[in-house]
């Protein structure tokens, strides 16, 4: 029996697969969401040099690293959409976009907030902030350049430039606190090394992670059904869902 | 939170909001999606219906 590999690289078929997928993933976001603050709140302790505001890295860290993995993986169906001429690739590529750019100006909004009482001040120039404001701008970017062109297969194809050029700013961000003297503080977590980071504290960040990016599944998911309904709406697949009230 | 209360409660509830403010504008999205669709199909209703032999 032949694996159709391809079945939901359709429009149609991807959008009854994504709206059955989205409760599953609502359940656990929210679950995670519940998980992360009461270990955050409630069972991580104070920190020694920074008191209670150190918190905030509950939100900053998450936030930070979904607005760099959405970056790589927006690139990613860009570059698929680009290169293969796939409309769905490149409609997911699209509904990524809003959110990563949620997550970046989160992360530099949480980080202002942060840095004003343990830094004094509200921003720097340092290389990972101003990274980190360089792919808001990319996000931003994308997004205004594909409303900026009418015929959606195109905006398609120009956005997908962007996307791919811009994604060398995701190592630069990732990598800047070791090649630049920054404000920014370094890796506590790496793949390589313990982390140097309380378990509890570490732990409800990390549910954090998983919350969001639980989240932003549900979020992104939602979008690409209604990119699939606004570009799809001439054929006969939509016609039958309106008849059936469906829409 | 020990003086930090401004901070903390600054970062959580804008997140709060954006996260709201998102689901919002896709629900909104589709909303006007759905009004239009139901626009279009009485206006296709409406002319089939009015559509004669002659």
Known sequence: MAINWFKYSSPASFYSLAGKMIPIFVFAAVALLVAGLYVGFFVAPTDFQQGEAYRIIFIHVPAAWMSMFLYVVMAFWAGIGLAFNTRLSSMFATAIAPTGAMFTFIALWTGALWGKPMWGTWWVWDARLTSELILLFLYIGFMSLQAAIDDPRRADKAGAIIALVGVVNIPIIYFSVQWWNTLHQGASVSVNQAPSMATTMLMGMLIMVLASWMYSIVVILKRTRVIILERESHTVWVAELQKKGAV | ?54
């Open chain 2, 1 to 54: 939170m020990g003086g930090y209360g401004l901070y903390v409660w600054g970062s959580y509830v804008v997140t709060f909001v954006c996260i709201v403010g998102e689901i919002l504008l896709i629900s909104n999205r589709r909303r006007t999606l759905e009004r239009q669709y139901g626009l279009i199909h009485d206006l296709n209703k409406k002319e089939t219906e009015n559509e004669t032999t002659s």
